[in-house]
T-cell receptor
Framework: EDKVVQSPLSLVVHEGDTVTLNCSYEVTNFRSLLWYKQEKKAPTFLFML????IEKKSGRLSSILDKKELFSILNITATQTGDSAVYLCAVFSGGYNKLIFGAGTRLAVHP | ETGVTQSPTHLIKTRGQQVTLRCSSQSGHNTVSWYQQALGQGPQFIFQYYREEENGRGNFPPRFSGLQFPNYSSELNVNALELDDSALYLCASSGERADTQYFGPGTRLTVL
């Protein structure tokens, strides 16, 4: 059965800390891995990764995919209170045209 | 803002009732996917519509059904509501790349 597992499930840090969020997967017909940030309702798109070893960066956020070991990490440096959210990892299964989500990591950044 | 809109924002129903949720896709997108997100969990895939045809379905019973219209907007219908149907229902639209999905703000359904 296809599955996406995120760790940790929750994390509490202070402003300025660096955090690493983990995502491992076992999905047939892997096409891509996506990271989303969910603050209240709508998940907002952060990154899409398709190739191993190529880091995607956007400001203080970066992500990398390892297709051999079947995992991805999302790094956030110099965290701010505005980074507080649930971070969702999803894998797109091309055979079924669907995103398979993990349970998310709830990040709380305290001043 | 993704350009994907959903209505209504919130809805309260009782067990056994029926509900219709609506989604307007982003301009230029011809694919709509629906997800159910229970509290504290990740979204679960319900089904996808591409050019008015169902194009994939998750592990949801037949009382979950949908439609896509010629303008690519979509409806999710749920019959015989159960308490466990209480969740946030998200729709996502995509264009040429089916994996790049942009989500709407969701409809929070409460079943009493």
């Amino acid at each position: 059965e296809d599955k996406v597992v995120q760790s940790p499930l929750s994390l509490v840090v202070h402003e300025g800390d660096t955090v690493t969020l983990n995502c491992s997967y076992e999905v047939t017909n892997f096409r891509s891995l996506l990271w989303y940030k969910q603050e209240k309702k709508a998940p907002t798109f952060l990154f899409m990764l398709t190739s191993s070893g190529i880091e995607k960066k956007s400001g203080r956020l970066s992500s990398i995919l390892d297709k051999k070991e079947l995992f991805s990490i999302l790094n956030i440096t110099a965290t701010q209170t505005g980074d507080s959210a649930v971070y969702l990892c999803a894998v797109f299964s091309g055979g079924y045209n669907k995103l398979i989500f993990g349970a998310g990591t709830r990040l709380a950044v305290h001043p | 803002e993704t350009g994907v809109t959903q209505s209504p924002t919130h809805l309260i129903k009782t067990r056994g009732q029926q509900v219709t949720l609506r989604c307007s896709s982003q301009s230029g997108h011809n694919t709509v996917s629906w997800y159910q997100q229970a509290l504290g969990q990740g979204p679960q895939f319900i089904f996808q519509y591409y050019r008015e045809e169902e194009n994939g379905r998750g592990n949801f019973p037949p009382r979950f059904s949908g439609l896509q219209f010629p303008n690519y907007s979509s409806e999710l219908n749920v019959n015989a509501l159960e308490l466990d149907d209480s969740a946030l229902y998200l729709c996502a639209s995509s264009g040429e790349r089916a994996d790049t999905q942009y989500f709407g703000p969701g409809t929070r359904l409460t079943v009493l």
